[in-house]
């Protein structure tokens, strides 16, 4: 125990330490001129504009009720994609002949440039929320159905079997059998759609809106405002790796039955 923690603060310590050296040398570059400040502009003005973001509000309103919009299209997005990407994985995973038939349609519809169906989702759908949750569920499915689909295929068939000896149903195996044997696979994913959620929202935003961090961006770039784009991004990433904690968390309660894996034990 003393060894993990030890190193857990040595990984903080270091990532601290890579973080304040990066910020540094960003700042002494920008300074000198080494780089021009006026396109990647400083730390030090990035620092000025959240805090102005956060104490004045931006210019579309307070700086939380951007990111409350942003976060609900994502969340939404994410928990609408995964659902379906978890059922059609399964259905389809535990189906071959369902597989066959509709594997064409699904290579065609991952095959469309994302940021094509985010401008038909704007034309059809408005400036709404309504487009941005979709393309963030577009963004999430084929994660999300890839990897159930693929856990579901990589099931035990040991056990598939003896569960049908003792007499188990196509529904039992599958709830009793198949689901936790894809868990992992799904949980994974869930870590990666997340971030694609987030980029399907600002996507949308940012190719049309009335709200959200996408518009902000937008509007940000149109005022030749390289600190507040890269204030936006800060506030991005810090959403994303909340999230993402969250999903840690959530994942090791979930798996608490999986024994310990290479990584885990910090070998």
């Known amino acids: 125990m003393r060894d993990g923690r030890s190193r857990k603060l040595l990984v903080l310590s270091l990532r601290i330490g890579i973080f304040v050296v990066f910020l540094g040398a960003w700042e ?14 400083m730390p030090s003005t990035i620092a000025q504009q959240l805090w102005t973001w956060i104490t004045e509000g931006t210019s579309q309103g307070p700086l939380l009720g951007e990111i409350a919009v942003t976060l609900e299209e994502t969340v939404l997005g994410f928990l609408i994609g995964a659902l379906l990407g978890v059922v ?10 369902l597989s066959d038939v509709f594997s064409i349609y ?8 994302r940021i094509v169906l985010g401008s038909i989702f704007v034309i059809a ?4 929320m309504q487009s941005k949750v979709a393309l963030a569920v577009v963004m999430v499915f084929f994660v999300v159905f890839a990897n ?11 056990l598939i079997a003896n569960a049908r000896i003792l007499g188990a149903s196509p529904l039992q195996v599958t709830t009793t059998v198949i689901i936790p044997a894809a868990t992992s696979w799904i949980l994974a994913s869930l870590h990666v759609s997340f971030g694609f959620a987030l980029v399907g929202a600002v996507v949308g935003e940012f190719l049309g809106a009335r709200h959200g961090l996408g518009l902000l961006i ?9 600190a507040g784009v890269f204030a ?7 959403v994303a790796l909340a999230a993402d904690g969250i999903l840690s968390w959530a994942e090791s309660h979930l798996l608490k039955w999986r024994p310990p894996s290479f990584s885990d034990v910090g070998a």
């Open 218 to 226: 937008a509007t940000e770039q149109g005022l030749f405002s390289p």
């Open 148 to 158: 159930a689909f693929q856990g579901v295929r990589e099931a035990d068939r040991a």
């Open 28 to 41: 002494a570059a920008a300074r000198l001129h080494v780089i021009d400040p006026f396109f990647f502009a």
């Open 88 to 97: 059609f994985g399964i259905v389809l995973g535990r189906d071959k002949l």
């Open 106 to 113: 699904i290579k065609v519809a991952n095959s469309i440039p």
């Open 232 to 238: 936006a991004m800060i506030v991005l990433a810090v």
């Open 125 to 128: 759908l408005g400036l709404g």
